[in-house]
């Protein structure tokens, strides 16, 4: 098993500029989230799927953020514009329900 | 809104020692807990889970504890070896209520050889 796959590893872009972080979850799972990961405020649920249909959007900071799930086998999470504060490490994470999720290796966002 | 909490952001220990890790939430109506060790560059991974109709659950080489009267969940690692240095983080649900993982700060643990 493959476990949850994210890309890229590492996005470095400048400010304004559209950023989309890619996920795959685990297959035969039917829950997707993405969380968000900084040193002051640890990991924040950003959005999370559950049969591809947005549950729970209360964690997206703006209008800048968006994610799609348009499959039960890709996710896409969006930030147009990026601005530096958006700088983090984004994980998605997968699990059959919300219980044991399953966390990708994140993507190291950096928005100079 | 409730929020998971953790009462120390740093635990040095020496190896062979066991190591203690505690976290409190405020969420009552929480039935649902979970471990996750983070190790540098990596996402979280799954250690251990435990449901409120218990108090204790074991793993290989861990233990939790979850003391719902005092709202207190605890993570206890036997002989800690170097490899268990990393960030850990305990996390909260409501089982039925359809939300997500919410997940403390995290305590680092050093283990000294």
């Known amino acids: 098993d493959a476990g949850v796959i994210q890309s890229p590893r590492h996005e470095v872009t400048e400010m304004g500029q559209e950023v989309t972080l890619r996920c795959k979850p685990i297959?035969?799972?039917?829950?997707l989230f993405w969380y968000r990961q900084t040193m002051m405020r640890g990991l924040e649920l950003l959005i999370y799927?559950?049969?591809?249909?947005?549950?729970?959007d209360s964690g997206m900071p703006e209008d800048r953020f968006s994610a799609k799930m348009p499959n039960a086998s890709f996710s896409t999470l969006k930030i147009q514009p990026s601005e530096p504060r958006d700088s983090a490490v984004y994980f998605c994470a997968s699990s059959f329900g919300t219980e044991k999720l399953f966390f990708g290796s994140g993507t190291q966002l950096s928005v100079l | 809104g409730e929020s998971v909490g953790l009462h120390l952001p740093t635990l040095s220990v020496q190896e062979g020692d066991n190591s203690i890790i505690n976290c409190a939430y405020s969420n009552s109506a929480s039935d649902y807990f979970i471990w996750y060790k983070q190790e540098s560059g990596k996402g979280p991974q799954f250690i251990i889970d435990i449901r409120s109709n218990m108090d204790k659950r074991q793993g290989q080489r861990v233990t939790v504890l979850l003391n719902k009267t005092v709202k207190h969940l605890s993570l206890q690692i036997a002989a800690t070896q170097p490899g268990d240095s990393a960030v850990y983080f305990c996390?909260?649900?409501?089982?039925?209520?359809?939300?997500?993982?919410?997940f403390g700060k995290g305590t680092t643990l050093s283990v000294s050889s």
């Open positions: 297959s035969g799972h039917n829950s």
């Open positions: 996390a909260e649900n409501i089982n039925q209520a359809g939300t997500a993982l919410i």
């Open positions: 799927f559950n049969n591809n249909v947005p549950i729970d």
